[in-house]
T-cell receptor, first 115, second 111 residues
Framework: DGGITQSPKYLFRKEGQNVTLSCEQNLNHDAMYWYRQDPGQGLRLIYYSQIVNDFQKGDIAEGYSVSREKKESFPLTVTSAQKNPTAFYLC??????????????FGEGSRLTVL | DAKTTQPNSMESNEEEPVHLPCNHSTISGTDYIHWYRQLPSQGPEYVIHGLTSNVNNRMASLAIAEDRKSSTLILHRATLRDAAVYYCILKESFGNEKLTFGTGTRLTIIP
């Protein structure tokens, strides 16, 4: 079945370590997104990419990095510069330029806890 | 992106209709209105979206005020599976392809 796969689902790391979260989609979507969600809060956009080898900062990009070397993959690295990395991370994809006529598809999320 | 205002929480009885309001008084003429919902510990899922006319799909209906400064998501017959956080989002017709999520309305269904 087509969809978005995020891994790992749960991740524990020590403070100061970089962490990479995986996001893979087989929907043939051009655009991919990373959001962060804190308890009781809405989603905040970290980075997004509308095409391979190109990406833009969202509202809270500091302390994060991404790459988009393949259409189906958009990994997110949470670096040691991110002050409060513990959160629920959500990856999404859409047909590029079609959010007003289509929809955003989300993965099941990765819950990162920094000890 | 223009801002939306939703109640923090609502309750509804099972098998009754639910009307979830959203105010967006600063909406521009070309902004689309999108609704998503998020079940516990899951990613959000698309519900419905519209521009000016009311919209219906298998999940819900979207009623848009004539002046477009407010809209209402209608679940015709709530089930326990509809308990979720519902987000009302405005999306510019042109410009960056991204959705900005607020804190939404937490809907509780009473059996």
């Amino acid at each position: 079945d087509g969809g978005i796969t995020q891994s790992p689902k749960y991740l524990f790391r020590k403070e100061g370590q970089n962490v990479t979260l995986s996001c893979e989609q087989n929907l043939n979507h051009d655009a991919m997104y990373w959001y962060r969600q804190d308890p009781g809060q809405g989603l905040r956009l970290i980075y997004y990419s509308q095409i391979v080898n190109d990406f833009q900062k969202g509202d809270i990009a500091e302390g994060y990095s991404v790459s988009r070397e393949k259409k189906e993959s958009f990994p997110l690295t949470v670096t040691s510069a991110q002050k409060n990395p513990t959160a629920f991370y959500l990856c999404a994809s859409s047909i590029s330029g079609r959010l007003n006529t289509g929809e955003l598809f989300f993965g099941e999320g990765s819950r990162l806890t920094v000890l | 992106d223009a801002k939306t205002t939703q109640p923090n929480s609502m309750e509804s009885n099972e098998e009754e209709p639910v009307h979830l309001p959203c105010n967006h008084s600063t909406i521009s003429g070309t902004d689309y209105i999108h609704w998503y919902r998020q079940l516990p510990s899951q990613g959000p899922e698309y519900v419905i979206h519209g521009l000016t006319s009311n919209v219906n799909n298998r999940m819900a209906s979207l009623a848009i005020a004539e002046d477009r400064k407010s809209s209402t998501l209608i679940l015709h017959r709530a089930t326990l599976r509809d308990a979720a956080v519902y987000y009302c989002i405005l999306k510019e017709s042109f410009g960056n392809e991204k959705l900005t999520f607020g804190t939404g309305t937490r809907l509780t269904i009473i059996p």
